[in-house]
T-cell receptor
Framework: AQSVSQHNHHVILSEAASLELGCNYS??????LFWYVQYPGQHLQLLLK??????LVKGIKGFEAEFIKSKFSFNLRKPSVQWSDTAEYFC????????????FGTGTKLQVIP | GAGVSQSPSNKVTEKGKDVELRCDPI?????LYWYRQSLGQGLEFLIY????????KSGLPSDRFSAERTGGSVSTLTIQRTQQEDSAVYLC???????????????FGPGTRLTVL
């Protein structure tokens, strides 16, 4: 069975600082990878996803993530955060093939200080 | 509708009562998920429906929890004999199933905030 680990539970950054949130998954086969974001008081929504091709994926609002297969990682990055990036970020994975459910990590709360 | 809808948006109940939470997925989405989000607990998977396949109930925390999906569309999550620890936001998500297996982006509803007194 697949699993996802997000090692940072709570991150506090000042505006303009660079961000990297870790995500590691465990599954031996081919996977789809996702980052979702939940802004305060809003729905969970997709930030970016990877399923094939270029391992560097660009999403909305300047976010990007890099899939490193050898490390089973899909870390989320942003070169310069803004106060509006304050949110909770969830990494998710699902194994390709068949009716494989999506598994989420426990989330990372990001607080950006103006 | 344009997105996933859930009702009610808020539910306050007394310990021991039964509650039903409803989810209307996006039309044409064959996959439907229920999650529970508690303060400081992240996103806890409860149950997964995919088309006509048997649901994956591996996340249901106890036999007080059950869910059904009628006609492959609307789903109802039922919690019997509610306990205070059931207080949480219950989220529903739906997705298309792509035969290529390439992507299963989930679309989330606004959630139902359940408070058990």
């Amino acid at each position: 069975a697949q699993s996802v680990s997000q090692h940072n539970h709570h991150v506090i950054l000042s505006e303009a600082a660079s961000l990297e949130l870790g995500c590691n998954y465990s599954y031996g086969g081919t996977v789809n990878l996702f980052w979702y974001v939940q802004y305060p008081g809003q729905h969970l929504q997709l930030l970016l996803k990877y399923f094939s091709g270029d391992p560097l994926v660009k999403g909305i609002k300047g976010f990007e993530a890099e899939f490193i297969k050898s490390k089973f990682s899909f870390n989320l990055r942003k070169p310069s955060v803004q106060w509006s990036d304050t949110a909770e970020y969830f990494c998710a994975v699902n194994a390709r093939g068949g009716y494989q459910k999506v598994t989420f990590g426990t989330g990372t709360k990001l607080q950006v200080i103006p | 509708g344009a997105g996933v809808s859930q009702s009610p948006s808020n539910k306050v109940t007394e310990k021991g009562k039964d509650v039903e939470l409803r989810c209307d997925p996006i039309s044409g989405h064959t996959a439907l998920y229920w999650y529970r989000q508690s303060l400081g607990q992240g996103l806890e998977f409860l149950i997964y429906f995919q088309g006509n396949s048997a649901p994956d109930k591996s996340g249901l925390p106890s036999d007080r929890f059950s869910a059904e999906r009628t006609g492959g569309s609307v789903s109802t999550l039922t919690i019997q004999r509610t306990q205070q620890e059931d207080s949480a936001v219950y989220l529903c998500a739906s997705s298309r199933f792509e035969t290529s297996g390439r992507s299963n982006t989930q679309y989330f509803g606004p959630g139902t905030r359940l408070t058990v007194l």
